[in-house]
T-cell receptor, first 112, second 116 residues
Framework: SQQGEEDPQALSIQEGENATMNCSYK?????LQWYRQNSGRGLVHLIL?????REKHSGRLRVTLDTSKKSSSLLITASRAADTASYFC????????????FGKGTTLSVSS | GAVVSQHPSWVICKSGTSVKIECRSL??????MFWYRQFPKQSLMLMAT?????????EQGVEKDKFLINHASLTLSTLTVTSAHPEDSSFYIC????????????FGPGTRLLVL
């Protein structure tokens, strides 16, 4: 089953602009993770935020988590053409080692 | 870091044949592995949880007799798509959780299956 919804479904921006993607989920979680997938390829893990954390940074990525609203956002600053990909949030319902439930994803297109 | 491999990376087969996909943890042991399916332009859907030495656990709506899972060792899980049909054409991805209570999942590169 799918845990969450992401919006927008598709996002087109120019290089240098910021991209914000949102993810909502339905049940209580242990952690939430964001992944990138280039067309037809495997997943690349971007960042993990635990349920007791509110914000996390990694390079040009900033993730927020609001457990009261059951939502998360991924911000990519100063986007590059190479950031063009699909982005998925995924939630882990329980402790480490459980399956991830993926959101529907946002397709990001960055044009130069 | 931990690496998960899949073989083959892509396969084309005729309708009615069976296809086996392997998922290996290369430098760590995985008592549990997960199999996902991804249709074009869609998200990943969990199909089943593969447990070493015991039966797999299938998600609702996934036919266990059609998607046979075997986890015979601590580093290998196989997914066999039996009597494949064109609607089984998809991208199949496996993952294994990190060891030591780590929350990170390690994903294989995926196997693209095309059934003609």
């Amino acid at each position: 089953s799918q845990q969450g919804e992401e919006d927008p479904q598709a996002l087109s921006i120019q290089e240098g602009e910021n991209a914000t993607m949102n993810c909502s989920y339905k049940t209580s979680i242990n952690n939430l993770q964001w992944y990138r997938q280039n067309s037809g390829r495997g997943l690349v893990h971007l960042i993990l935020i635990r349920s007791n954390e509110r914000e996390k940074h990694s390079g040009r990525l900033r993730v927020t988590l609001d457990t009261s609203k059951k939502s998360s956002s991924l911000l990519i600053t100063a986007s590059r053409a190479a950031d063009t990909a699909s982005y998925f949030c995924a939630t882990a319902l329980n402790q480490a080692g459980t399956a991830l439930i993926f959101g529907k994803g946002t397709t990001l297109s960055v044009s130069s | 870091g931990a690496v998960v491999s899949q073989h083959p990376s892509w396969v084309i087969c005729k309708s009615g044949t069976s296809v086996k996909i392997e998922c290996r943890s290369l430098d760590f042991q995985a008592t549990t592995m997960f199999w996902y399916r991804q249709f074009p332009k869609q998200s990943l859907m969990l199909m089943a949880t593969s447990n070493e030495g015991s039966k797999a656990t299938y998600e609702q709506g996934v036919e266990k007799d059609k998607f046979l899972i075997n986890h015979a060792s601590l580093t290998l899980s196989t997914l066999t798509v039996t009597s494949a049909h064109p609607e089984d054409s998809s991208f199949y991805i496996c993952s294994a959780p990190g060891t030591g209570g780590l929350e990170t999942q390690y994903f294989g590169p995926g196997t693209r299956l095309l059934v003609l």
